[in-house]
């Protein structure tokens, strides 16, 4: 069955710190993004990767990086937490190349709060 | 201009009727795809079905079905015989574009609570 894990359900950090999040996907997908998604909002791209150690900014990058070491592994950093990125994170993947119809398969998110 | 619209922000419906949750789209790709989600209390979002623009019929996965209206650029979900358990945010998303564009566009969601 398909799987896309997220290291934390639940995450506390406070204002300043180096937070990172971790996606874990066991379906050998090409592709990987993170959303975060916010009241009223819908779900908004911030980075995505189509192979190993490549990244491409999504919709709005400024704050977070993101690391693909591997590619099972999709990483969110944030450099310097702020209370403004307080939110919940969704995590997804798809096949690359596979065609047009591919959806993204998702985690069951990461709900942060920065105090 | 929002790419994906979806104009109901919350729905309430009877048990066992069933629900049309709209979604409208803007987009001067001729190559595109439509997904609908659903994401429930607990946070996961569940893909339901998906309508490529030049799928001539229109999608159907057991309950949920896809009303695609190209020319109005619209793709409205249709739930037959709604259930307790469809009680849930529902999102519209589109991909644009040729092959090797993997990235989704999401609308804003749709409430949907199920009235026993």
């Known amino acids: 069955d398909v799987k896309v894990t997220q290291s934390s359900r639940y995450l506390v950090k406070r204002t300043g710190e180096k937070v990172f999040l971790e996606c874990v996907q066991d379906m050998d997908h090409e592709n990987m993004f993170w959303y975060r998604q916010d009241p009223g909002l819908g779900l908004r791209l911030i980075y995505f990767s189509y192979d190993v150690k490549m990244k491409e900014k999504g919709d709005i990058p400024e704050g977070y990086s993101v690391s693909r070491e591997k590619k099972e592994r999709f990483s969110l950093i944030l450099e310097s937490a702020s209370t403004n990125q307080t939110s919940m994170y969704l995590c997804a993947s798809s096949f690359g190349g596979a065609g047009s119809n591919q959806p993204q398969h998702f985690g069951d998110g990461t709900r942060l709060s920065i105090l | 201009a929002q790419k994906i619209t979806q104009t109901q922000p919350g729905m309430f419906v009877q048990e066992k009727e069933a629900v049309t949750l709209d979604c409208t789209y803007d987009?001067?790709?001729?190559?595109?795809?439509l997904f609908w989600y659903k994401q429930p209390s607990s946070g996961e979002m569940i893909f339901l079905i998906y309508?490529?623009?030049?799928?001539?019929q229109n999608a159907t996965e057991g309950r949920y079905s896809l009303n695609f209206q190209k020319a109005r650029k619209s793709a409205n979900l249709v739930i037959s015989a709604s259930q307790l358990g469809d009680s849930a945010m529902y999102f519209c998303?589109?991909?644009?574009?040729?092959?090797?564009?993997?990235?989704?566009?999401f609308g804003t969601g749709t409430r949907l609570t199920i009235i026993p």
């Open positions: 998303a589109m991909r644009e574009g040729n092959f090797g564009n993997e990235k989704l566009t």
């Open positions: 309508q490529g623009s030049y799928d001539e």
């Open positions: 987009t001067s790709d001729q190559s595109y795809g």
